[in-house]
């Protein structure tokens, strides 16, 4: 992977981006768009390579969203980042259908661990970030968790973040 031309994603599981939407669908269709938006801006200066953490949420959508683009934009790779061998086994039905799919058509894969351990979630996301030139995603300004985490972490590494922020349920244009 060419770190100039390699992005990874982050955002927040479907609870918590509902909730940061202010269960607004309409704030959450924008938020996708301005996902896509970013993805697409992301392909027309050059980058190549996308970096999944296969996560419930904006993570598939993302990488989803790649997986259609690569029929116009053949030279995309997507590659799943998984915590762990067994990553996604326990969830429900629909998204464990999603994550296989991804999983099938992913340029490649990288299995960080042989099983679930605290903090393999956030050495994922750490992963993500040291491979990958921009961070690209949805976040609830300020929050904690995993987003917030790869957030602070991103920034602390000097990379470009290109974030739709929520905030009292609309999509910036940040």
Same mark, same amino acid.
Request: contains cysteine; proline residues 3%.
């Given at each position: 992977?060419?770190?100039?031309t ?8 479907? &609870? ?9 669908? !309409? !704030?959450? /269709? ?7 938006? *970013?993805?697409?801006?992301? +392909?027309d200066?050059? /980058? ?7 996560? #419930?949420? @904006? ?5 989803e ?9 053949? %030279? ?12 996604? %086994?326990?969830?429900?039905? %629909? ?7 991804? *999983?099938?058509?992913?340029?490649e ?6 099983? /679930?351990y605290?903090?393999?979630f956030?050495?994922? &996301?750490?992963y ?5 030139? *921009? @961070? ?7 929050? &904690? ?5 790869? +957030?602070?972490?991103? #920034? ?7 974030? @739709?922020?929520?905030a ?7």
């Amino acid at each position: 992977m060419d770190l100039k031309t390699t992005v990874c994603f982050t955002g927040h599981r479907p &609870d918590k981006l509902w909730e940061a939407c202010g269960r607004d669908p !309409a !704030a959450l /269709y924008e938020a996708r768009h301005q996902l896509q938006q *970013r993805i697409l801006r992301a +392909v027309d200066e050059g /980058y190549t390579t996308f970096l999944c953490g296969m996560a #419930q949420g @904006v993570d598939i959508w993302a990488g989803e969203m790649v997986l259609s683009l690569q029929e116009v934009f053949p %030279e995309l790779r997507l590659v799943a980042v998984m915590p762990f061998r067994g990553h996604g %086994e326990g969830w429900p039905r %629909e998204w464990k259908a999603r994550l296989r799919r991804l *999983r099938r058509f992913c340029s490649e894969e990288v299995v960080l661990s042989g099983g /679930y351990y605290k903090g393999c979630f956030l050495a994922r &996301d750490r992963y993500m970030v040291d491979h990958a030139a *921009r @961070v690209i995603g949805i976040w609830q300004e300020g929050s &904690d968790g995993g987003t917030g985490y790869t +957030v602070r972490y991103a #920034q602390g590494k000097n990379r470009e973040l290109d974030l @739709v922020l929520l905030a009292g349920g609309a999509a910036s244009l940040s």
